[in-house]
């Protein structure tokens, strides 16, 4: 579910809330990028720093990252906002122990909503910690069998969580 406010959390929320939601994306990311050594723990904590201010600012839609292996999917995880997410049951950060591959190469994409403008991005331009550039790839993962997921949820924000894998 796409979330349009732009710069406040609504009543049903607070900022403190998409925190507690973010750190246990940024526990997936940081066991994503030990597991796989396809990051460093600081690029993992940067990435989970941008989606926070993303989130808060209320232009994020989705964070997904797939494990690829020269090129081929192996496995991927998407975390979709939702805020209304308070009849969903949190659940705890983990089960994302991913392989170590071949050629490993780790692609985070993200989805904004409509109010992420031009304008918009220029304003958060310096509040990143990532070089964010426009990408096609496809993050279907049509090659890949869903493989469950999990909620990250406080109050009514939340990340519902869904894997994919070979």
């Given at each position: 579910m796409s979330q349009t406010s732009t710069a406040t959390a609504s009543a049903t929320y607070t900022y403190v809330d998409i925190e507690n939601v973010v750190?246990?994306?940024?526990?997936?990311?940081?066991?994503?990028?030990?597991s796989t050594g396809a990051w460093t723990a600081a690029e993992a904590t940067n990435y989970?720093?941008?989606?926070e201010v993303l989130a808060k600012a209320g232009y994020l839609e989705w964070v997904d990252v797939t494990l690829l292996s020269h090129g081929v999917e192996v496995k991927a995880v998407r975390f979709e906002v939702d805020t209304d997410?308070?009849?969903?049951?949190?659940?705890?950060?983990?089960g994302v122990l991913w392989?170590?591959?071949a050629g490993a190469h780790l692609r985070i994409l993200?989805?904004?909503t409509n109010a992420y403008t031009s304008a918009a991005r220029e304003a958060m331009k310096d509040k990143l910690k990532m070089g964010w550039v426009p990408?096609?790839?496809?993050?279907?993962?049509?090659s890949l069998t869903s493989s469950g997921g999990r909620n990250y949820v406080s109050n009514a924000y939340g990340m519902q969580r869904k894997d994919w894998a070979e």
């Open positions: 750190r246990r994306v940024k526990a997936d990311l940081a066991m994503i990028a030990d989970a720093h941008d989606v997410a308070g009849s969903l049951t949190t659940s705890r950060p983990g392989p170590k591959v993200l989805n904004y990408s096609y790839d496809d993050s279907s993962h049509s």
